[in-house]
């Protein structure tokens, strides 16, 4: 029993320390319990520890224990896992296998590359690729476990702007996006356990075979559920079950509902481009859940998710300007001027770590009074499209071109 709890504390010590998949730890960006940030990033408190040239990718890194996992495409014809060692850059394994597409022109603008961030509990690590391959490694050694290859299994299309969704792990199962539909499948062998939201239909609307989005786990009125965004309805299921909760429709211009949903309390904030920013309020009952727009907004999301610190929204627009929204009635505290493209977000406490396309990363102050910029820094020459990675003091940035680990001192 007592090696049993130890072995337990040290696992969750670990996951403390870990940026395991999609927005971190708990998937909305936040670093739980860290140690707050020195207040600059000037080279006397913040170097690089080592660079590894790759080859492109969107995908987000992740940091398990002592290695860091990045993708790639090769040669636009194949897919490559790769994991090093956190401390020196060293590969200590790499598996590939044939995979690519192209994707439409407005969607390539640096080119048709694997997009899904993969996702890893320690012992096993889940890779999706451009061509709605679902692969599970063992995270040790790179020996496949199992694939599944939804087009195949399924008689599906290839997803027209390819795999996007990151897979979520939640205890023994898997919950993902894919074919039309959503997936809960066993971690351990790739069983399919229920399929819900088949394209064209039901409470959901049309899925669509290439969502944007990825799913998030929260309690809303009490009740766990999976809260998942399609190219034209947000809804929720039941875990156990995959039956349909509640559902509404999300206005965007050509089903570009690319953010993660965040939840707040009761009430689920999303934007799209194209259709606007949106609060729904969804209430349950004796009859089930319902839902409905507590209010819209003109500001316009794209592919950068919000994060909630405090009581207010803070989110980068299509228009590349950085917001701040009262996420209770839809005021907006204040707007910057423009930034990059895109920039991905990590919160620990009040205090955001951004890192935009240009490859500029940024430490800010949050607050509702005025958007306050502590510090930045040019920490690529490459453009950075992935999401960054952040754990016990290492900054994992993805270039377009390489990766590179940079350490607070």
């Known amino acids: 029993m007592r090696s049993i709890l130890i072995w337990t504390l040290l696992a969750c010590v ?3 320390a870990d940026w395991p998949q999609w927005r971190g730890p708990s998937r909305d960006c936040r670093l739980n319990g860290a140690t707050a940030w020195p207040e600059s990033l000037d080279e006397q408190r913040l170097t690089r520890k080592w660079r590894v040239g790759l080859g492109p990718s969107y995908s987000g890194a992740l940091i398990s224990g002592d290695r860091i996992v990045v993708t790639e495409t090769r040669d636009k014809s194949h897919e490559v896992v790769r994991v090093l060692d956190r401390a020196t850059g060293k590969e200590l394994w790499k598996k590939e296998w044939p995979g690519a597409m192209s994707v439409p022109f407005f969607a390539r603008e640096n080119g048709s590359w694997i997009r899904s961030t993969p996702a890893t509990d320690g012992k096993y690590l889940y890779v999706a690729g451009i061509r709605d391959v679902l692969v599970c490694l063992e995270l040790e050694t790179g020996e496949e476990v199992w694939r599944l290859d939804f087009p195949a299994e399924f008689k599906s299309s290839l997803p027209s702007f390819g795999c996007v969704c990151s897979p979520l792990i939640d205890g023994e199962f898997i919950y993902f996006q894919a074919a039309g539909a959503f997936f809960k499948l066993d971690k351990a062998t790739g069983k399919v356990v229920w399929r819900t939201g088949k394209e064209g239909g039901g409470l959901f609307g049309s899925m669509s075979e290439s969502a944007f989005s990825s799913p998030v786990i929260a309690t809303i009125g009490g009740v766990k559920q999976l809260v998942v965004q399609s190219r034209s309805s947000l809804f929720a299921v039941a875990p156990e079950t995959g039956k349909a909760l509640w559902s509404t429709k999300v206005e965007a211009f050509r089903g570009m509902n690319i953010l993660t949903p965040l939840v707040i309390g009761d009430t689920v904030f999303t934007s799209t481009y194209g259709g606007g920013s949106f609060l729904f309020d969804v209430r349950r009952s004796d009859s089930g859940f319902s839902v409905s727009q507590k209010w819209n907004t003109k500001a316009q999301g794209y592919m950068s998710s919000p994060v909630l610190i405090g ?7 299509r228009n590349q300007r950085f917001h701040c929204v009262n996420p209770g009635d839809g005021s907006v505290a204040w707007t910057t001027r423009p930034f990059g493209k895109y920039w991905s977000t990590v919160v620990n406490g009040t205090t955001m770590l951004t890192l935009d396309q ?7 102050n949050a607050g509702p009074d005025e ?17 960054l990675a952040v754990a016990d003091g290492d900054i994992v ?3 377009l071109n390489g990766v590179s680990v940079w350490s607070w001192k």
């Open 397 to 399: 940035v993805r270039e």
């Open 358 to 364: 240009r490859g500029i990363l940024r430490l800010i």
């Open 14 to 16: 670990s996951l403390a």
């Open 371 to 387: 958007y306050k910029e502590v510090s930045s820094r040019k920490v690529s020459e490459a453009e950075t499209w992935a999401h």
């Open 311 to 317: 009581e207010h929204v803070y989110m980068h627009l």
